[in-house]
């Protein structure tokens, strides 16, 4: 070794003393390129962004607020275990050279394989260590507690995996968690008279809150509650999980199938549903589909208000300027039977253009009267179909000076059309197939006269 290579490794150990310093040396000792005497530059051996994420996992650094830091969050210390994590990821070009030649395409893919793999399984790593450092506090402890003396990521996980403890013990003490009115995780969304409801979002914790609250698919049979399984990853990415209880039921869920015996209980009542909005999934404790809307309309009517904004937002999901309504089948129709026609038109855009409303169900669909707004407040409105529930087309319509296509077909309670339709300077085409509704004799005319169409 030279003197002058004698003197930095020297100087780095100093500045490890200083935990900012350590950061800045880790840094500079991989993230930075190095400037050759002849001038060539030599790429850093860990891109910045990659290094930064291997430091985050190592559950003992600390972030500014003086906790464990989240992704994006500066270090305030570099933890126990980082210059291990990068040995691991460094580790990474040996395995990549047992397989191909160094340097080759082919071990340049292998690498890049190897490497992807490393940094979506680095959150094991971090439970891993996590576990580890906690165990190396309890006299429970047999393995080895250098950490330099475990060689790769796998023999971490061998060392740790035969110690039961679950993340709350490693994060808060008994009495802590004795004390916690909602398993980590999850959180209250509503605690009412009746009726509570946890929700789970997509979060570390939140498979364990999942599969607690369905007591690990042994007291329900929500597939999201099986600890093995990964449809809980599923369903969470695409929206939160809704679990509904029913605080005054004193009858507890039994554990049910081949592990029923040693499934230990929650005590979490039976009368209990989860909630995936946008899978439209309501079920019960035996994953059956219930009807949210009478559910929500009878015994749950308390938990209405709350579930509202879920509903609310299948109106954003059209396209603004168009509207299109499949009744019953669709959020929209349960909004509307949740909350009723005046809301749903109330939370329609100024701008619309197209009011699209048809059944799948006529038989069951009773009429209903459709808001006056409707044919007033929508001045760009061109295109206005509905069927089945009309029994009633206001006067007002006449203020719809755009509208070109009226189209109200299969309306049998509907027996008449107003004047004011006549007046309207642009309207092209009337279909009244299969409603039984009155001519007037202004429009008969300009049928006559070939102003307009109309269908029958």
Known sequence: MSFTSLLNEIYEIVLEQ???????V????????????????????????????????????????????????ELKKVGAYTQWIIKQWMGLQQKADEEFAYGSPDWGVALERHQEQFMEDLYKVTDDLLKFDYLKKTGRYKGEKDINQIKSVTDLYDQVKDYSISKEELTTSKAERADMEVHPGAKMGYDGGKWQVIE??????????????????RETRWCTSSPGLNY??????????????DKTDTEVSKPQGSEAASHKQTGLPKKRYQFHFPSTQFMDIDDRQI???????SEGIELKEYFKHEFADALTDQSGENIAIHYPNDKISRFIALYGMDEFVDKLPSNLQRFDFDTRNREKLPAMPLPKRLFTDFPQLRVLHI??????????????????????????QLKSLPESLATLPNLEVINVRNTPV???????EKWKNGEIVIVK
């Open 18 to 24: 200083s935990d900012q310093s350590r950061y800045d």
């Open 26 to 73: 880790l840094v500079g000792k991989w993230a930075k390129g190095k400037k050759k005497a002849s001038g060539k530059v030599i790429k850093p051996k860990i891109e910045l962004e990659i290094l930064t994420k291997l430091m985050l996992a190592d559950p003992t650094s600390i972030g500014a607020d003086n906790d464990t830091p989240g992704e994006g969050e």
């Open 200 to 217: 789970i979002h997509d979060n570390p914790m939140g498979k364990e809150a999942a599969c607690y609250y369905g007591g690990q698919n």
């Open 232 to 245: 809980y990853d599923r369903y969470i990415k695409d929206g939160p999980l809704y679990v509904v209880m």
């Open 291 to 297: 009807n949210l809307e009478e559910f929500l309309n």
């Open 387 to 412: 069927e089945g529930i009309l029994e009633d087309i206001p006067q007002e319509i006449g203020q719809l000076q755009n509208l070109q296509f009226l189209s109200i077909p299969d309306n049998p």
């Open 438 to 444: 009155e001519i007037p004799p202004a429009l008969e």
